[in-house]
């Protein structure tokens, strides 16, 4: 039976500013396009697995107002089962101002709403549905309590859990390390958590060890354009990104954290699925926006076809 994947987290309206470059602080500068665009961490990795032809479920909330609505059809439209999704008459649509510039780098800002009301009854309705061998995917918009609660029930439930620490934050609590079988921050996520500057691969592969000792089983830290440095207990490698021309940079992180999900439910080894990953995130970085910019298997396969994918380079261990 294939597995299904859950993502419980964030919905947001992404409001997207085209730039010639990020504005410095104080400054005001002019765009050149406005855009609303269906996003939210959440959101956008459900639609990641559904777009790979996966089963994708989204729990969490939207506000009862019209960015709610587009969203749910956002999902709906990419095959992301929506049953779990509740509008919230007493809160707004989360939203995320973005401004992206000419050379894909982002400034985001997000305004949770109804994502910064997710509470137990959101846990429930997720761990009800939860069968073993399931996906739960989770990143850090919605609030840290839920997302204990919702790896504790995985877990209990028999379910993997991969969980991407984004937006970066530092207080992570002990207890949600033991709980979570893939940990993958990029490299600012990497540093908060570890409480060191992670600036290479180096560092980057120091701070996947630290991560592992507080008890995630696999780390992976992503790198951008460096690729992914990834550690378990059977092995550490770097596995370098595809180098395609970067448009937009929004939501490369969920389109490699769906990718990865949808690789292991189909039974990939951990480097296949993280180069199966890797794929599905150059796509994302060639496309304007978050959830348009999110693949189907068949437009990673043509982007396989041409551009080269480096093998994965074995690394040392550097710790336990
Ligand atoms: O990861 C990209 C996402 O971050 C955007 O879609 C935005 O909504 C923020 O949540």
């Not at 992206?100 to 982002?106: F, I």
């Not at 092995?235 to 990865?260: R, Y």
Request: hydrophobic share 45%; proline share 7%.
């Amino acid at each position: 039976m294939t597995a299904t994947l859950y993502s419980f987290g964030s919905l947001n309206m992404d409001l997207v500013c085209q730039t010639p470059r990020l504005p410095q602080p104080g400054e005001t500068i002019l765009g050149h396009q406005f855009q609303l665009v269906p996003g939210g961490k959440g959101a956008n990795q459900a639609v990641a697995i559904a777009r790979l032809g996966a089963p994708a479920v989204m729990v969490g909330r939207v506000g009862g107002d019209g960015f709610g609505q587009s969203l749910i059809a956002s999902l709906q439209q990419a095959g992301v089962s929506t049953a779990g999704v509740m509008a919230d008459p007493h809160s707004p649509t989360g939203i995320a101002s973005i401004v992206v510039d000419r050379a894909g780098s982002n400034h985001i800002v997000v305004v949770p709403g109804a994502n910064g009301q997710v509470d137990e009854a959101d846990v429930q309705r997720l761990a009800r549905q939860l069968q073993p061998g399931d996906g739960l995917l989770m990143q850090l918009e919605i609030p840290l309590a839920a997302v204990l609660a919702a790896a504790t029930a995985a877990r209990g439930r028999g379910a993997w859990v991969v969980l991407d620490p984004a937006p970066a934050r530092t207080d992570l609590p002990d207890s949600l390390y033991p709980l979570v079988d893939y940990l993958t921050p990029n490299q600012v996520e990497a540093g908060q958590l570890v409480g060191f500057a992670v600036t290479d691969q180096s560092t980057a592969l120091a701070a996947a060890q630290g991560l592992r000792q507080r008890g995630a089983k696999v780390v992976m830290v992503k790198l951008g354009a460096q690729g992914v440095i990834v550690a378990s207990e059977a092995e550490c490698f770097h596995q370098p990104a595809m180098a395609v021309p970067v448009v937009d940079t929004v939501a490369a992180g969920d389109a490699f954290n769906g990718g990865l999900a949808v690789g292991l439910a189909e039974g990939l080894s951990l480097p296949e699925a993280v180069q199966w990953a890797t794929a599905v995130a150059a796509y994302s970085v060639t496309q304007c926006g978050a959830q348009p910019s999110l693949p189907t298997r068949s437009q990673v396969h043509s982007c396989l076809a041409t551009h080269s994918l480096p093998p994965a380079i074995p690394l040392a261990s550097t710790g336990s």
